[in-house]
């Protein structure tokens, strides 16, 4: 059982594959700074880092930063209109 007021998360990246002209550039983050390896980028502008740390919705996980990605993030909802026909493949192999 979880502590009340506790939330479920996970941490995600907040770096992107390719270059960028601008998101690339360093973060300070906790008296460090972390910067994207060569080909990649942040996927938010440094002002949308700064306000993210801001928001508390970073973490140091290792030598990365990551997202801190709640669940409740989302909402959600019961599926309710379940199709369960199946088809065969046309290789006779089992239902699909």
């Given at each position: 059982m979880l502590p009340k007021g506790s939330r479920i998360f996970?941490?995600?990246s907040l770096i992107s594959s390719g270059e960028s002209k601008t998101g690339g550039e360093k973060f300070e983050f906790d008296g460090e700074w972390f910067e994207p390896r060569s080909g990649q980028h942040w996927k938010t502008t440094i002002d949308g880092m700064n306000n993210l740390a801001k928001l508390r919705r970073i973490k140091k996980s290792g030598n990365k930063l990551r997202f801190v990605?709640?669940?409740d993030d989302y909402s959600i909802s019961e599926i309710t209109n379940n199709w369960v026909?199946?088809?065969r493949s046309s290789f006779g192999e089992e239902k699909l």
């Open positions: 996970e941490l995600t990605h709640y669940l026909d199946t088809r």
